[in-house]
């Protein structure tokens, strides 16, 4: 009986020590190549791959959410990220919320569209079918009279379907994409081509409520121009991280852990990553939460309060002597974040002027130097909570239009100088 105890309790600890040692080699499904959902990933695989060495993540290209839910519950990946809307299989867990996805409707200046409703007869370029884009589509056109009998759907991969629009072999394009894509971006540079606002949306929620209204701000996709030339009102949807139920609960916690506690690192890499919030509760993901995302989220466990609870008590008392002192010092915080990022983004406006302006590449290179030195100081703050993500979100956008205008002057500069 004793040796058998032996047995046991000598295999029990080879098993633990065989699991802290373990590497988890995981596929995480994405979209397309040049889309948000294969930027992020990539980047979060690498920031995971820097802290966890035993956690290898391979990122794989897809044609978007709908695939990647029939490769979740097939086991041929271990996590995904898609559209909040998707149908989940029973194997299928969540991990977090991510960032906001916008509908993004665009269409030729001469198509003559004005809304979803004017897309009747005329040529849609899509993402395949199996993306979440396609999907989404399906679901919101009925509302506004179409199907597919009255409009002519063209499915083509991202890429083609923004080519499609833009040399006239469609007359829309409809994606679902985080606000400031660079391939949006490119589209809205002709005069050609703009969006179309996607109204109505509460009437929408009535059957589809996982839709969240929201607006395309002024001058997202440039601002200099600006485009568009006033907030555009659109719905979104969330993007969201799954995972396999079989994934080891340990490397799902770490995950998790990586998207809320190394966020700087994320952001650095991926603007758009500081809209990843905590859940306000472990339970309002719409899907059942992973253990590993739920011992996370649930690391600071509510007995503490019970078992402290005359304490808290009598601190909670004290503290209602000081919440006018509180709210006040909150309301200098929020203005002094503003202030902060308003002053960032002076910057970048001052910036674009003196870019406009430099004749030699010598003092463009060192412009482009203080815009990323900025962007570096930016992040920092974000950080330490000197500014709001929203503050932050705002900056990215002149941002953006900084790097862009800085390329533009230096293929301008290199054509004179190879001329000359």
Do not use: C
Not at 28 to 50: N, P, Q
Not at 112 to 117: H, N, V, W
Not at 137 to 162: C, K, M, R, W
Not at 346 to 375: P, S
């Amino acid at each position: 009986m004793v040796l058998i105890s032996l047995v046991a309790a000598l295999a029990f600890a080879m098993q633990w020590v065989r699991e802290q040692n373990r590497t988890h080699h995981l596929v995480i499904a994405t979209a397309s190549r040049d889309g948000e959902y294969f930027a992020f990933a990539s980047v979060l695989a690498k920031v995971v791959s820097r802290h966890h060495p035993e956690i290898k993540i391979r990122v794989r290209e897809t044609a978007g959410s709908v695939e990647n839910m029939s490769l979740l519950a097939q086991n041929q990946v271990q996590l995904a990220i898609v559209q909040s809307d998707t149908p989940v299989h029973s194997s299928v867990k969540a991990v977090a919320y991510l960032f906001p996805e916008v509908f993004h409707l665009l269409a030729t200046a001469e198509s003559g569209i004005e809304g979803m409703a004017d897309l009747r007869g005329k040529r849609v370029a899509l993402t395949p079918e199996g993306s979440g884009s396609y999907a989404l589509f399906q679901a919101v056109s009925p509302h506004y009279g179409l199907n597919e009998t009255n409009y002519q759907a063209i499915p083509l991969p991202a890429d083609q379907a923004s080519a499609a629009l833009q040399e006239g072999q469609a007359d829309a394009m409809f994606r679902v994409i985080a606000l400031g894509s660079t391939s949006v971006s490119h589209l809205l540079e002709t005069s050609q081509i703009r969006l179309i606002p996607i109204d109505q949306v509460e009437a929408l929620r009535l059957s589809l409520p996982y839709l969240e209204a929201t607006q395309i701000p002024k001058g997202t996709y440039n601002g200099a121009g600006p485009i568009p030339p006033e907030n555009i009102p659109v719905v979104a949807v969330r993007a969201e991280l799954v995972a396999h139920t079989g994934v080891s609960e340990e490397a799902v916690r770490e995950i998790t852990r990586t998207l809320f506690e190394l966020r700087s690192e994320l952001v650095a890499q991926y603007p758009r990553a500081a809209n990843i919030r905590l859940p306000e509760s472990a339970e309002n993901l719409g899907i059942p939460l992973h253990p590993g995302a739920r011992a996370y989220y649930n690391q600071d466990n509510p007995n503490f309060w019970l078992e402290y609870a005359e304490l808290i008590g009598l601190l909670l008392s004290v503290a209602v002597l000081l919440v006018s002192a509180f709210w006040q010092f909150r309301l200098w915080l929020l203005a002094s974040q503003k202030n902060r990022a308003d002053r960032y983004n002076l910057e970048i406006l001052d910036i674009i002027e003196q870019v406009q302006t430099v004749d030699n590449l010598e003092h463009l290179y060192k412009i482009r130097h203080q815009l990323f030195e900025i962007f570096a100081q930016v992040v920092v703050d974000l950080d330490k909570d000197r500014i709001s993500p929203e503050s932050f979100q705002s900056f990215t956008f002149p941002w953006d239009v900084a790097i862009t205008t800085i390329r533009h002057r230096e293929m301008i500069l290199l054509n004179l100088h190879h001329k000359s």
